[in-house]
């Protein structure tokens, strides 16, 4: 299962479509497959995003917040979305990876700061 | 056919001698100096997430807008390595590359090309670019691109062959003649 991030410095973006950069990640269900891959975007845009995550056939999004048209096109795509997530993507992969992830959640390390 | 003068041979023949102390002192000192590299973009939140991300790696990453500020870095700085980003509908971005390669050819260029920019990226190629990657770009990717294009500018040219010693060597079929005729 391809999971993608988007990031911003070291939190998860929070906005999808001002995200710059994008973290994946697989898994088999119970631990990471292979390293952590960072992808760099040459500008922001949702539509270059959307782009990337059909292109790279990711099974699951983890952004913040995203607008109801592409929510829908991601589901429509059977893509799994967790938004309105906030705190650090480290954080937030090993939810997504344990499961334990929920779209709203505010993360520990989100209220540690 | 004779295809080089005696200077030439021994300057060949020197160069194997040289190559194999060359090689071994760059797989000892690399790992100590930080490779220079310098990315030329007009997108500046790219340049500085890139630049950022270089930095952590361990290189010495610097950014420039492009045009004449890029040219006076790269007098300045010498960098190893410079990651051009290509525009679309700017062709003028390979002059870049030429006064690059004019000022020094051993300097390794990284093409970065996006939607409409591939011509100008096989155009790049052909004018001595290290090689050139699509958008967006991944940086693991990235970072091995530009220790590859490190490590080949780290292999000794020879002024007037134009390519590095190394593999011009390789691809001469007559070296037995030419070392026989340095010696005779």
């Known amino acids: 299962m391809k999971i993608l991030l988007t990031v911003h410095d070291k939190s998860i973006a929070p906005r999808f479509d001002q995200a710059t950069e994008v973290i994946i990640a697989e898994h088999d269900g119970h631990r990471m497959v292979g390293d952590l891959r960072t992808i760099i975007l040459s500008r922001r845009g949702a539509e270059d995003l959307s782009d990337l995550i059909v292109k790279e056939g990711i099974d699951c999004v983890v952004c913040g917040g995203i607008e109801e048209n592409y929510y829908r096109f991601f589901t429509w795509k059977k893509i799994t979305v967790f938004d309105g997530i906030i705190g650090s993507h480290s954080e937030a992969l090993q939810m997504a990876i344990s499961g334990t992830l929920r779209s709203g959640t505010i993360l520990p390390s989100a209220v540690e700061e | ?184």
């Open chain 2, 1 to 184: 056919m004779v295809w080089a003068s005696r200077q030439e041979v021994t300057v060949v023949f020197l160069g194997i001698l040289i190559f194999p102390v060359c090689h071994a002192s760059n797989t000892l000192v690399l790992p100590m100096q930080k490779i220079k590299v310098l990315i030329i973009s007009e997108e500046p939140e790219f340049t500085d997430i890139l630049t950022d991300r270089l930095r952590s790696w361990g290189f010495t990453a610097n950014a420039a807008g492009g045009g004449d500020e890029a040219m006076s870095m790269v007098t300045q700085s010498r960098p190893d390595v410079v990651i051009l980003s290509l525009r679309s509908g700017h062709g003028h971005d390979l002059d870049t590359l030429s006064m690059i390669k004019n000022l020094d050819a051993t300097i390794e260029v990284i093409l970065l090309t996006c939607k409409g920019t591939a011509i100008a990226g096989m155009k790049g190629i052909e004018q001595g670019a290290f090689d050139c990657m699509h958008q967006p770009i991944e940086l693991g990717v990235l970072i091995e691109k530009i220790r590859r294009a490190h490590a080949q500018r780290s292999v000794p040219y020879i002024k007037g062959f134009g390519v590095p010693l190394f593999p011009s060597i390789l691809a001469c079929e007559q070296v037995p003649e030419l070392l026989s005729s340095l010696f005779a």
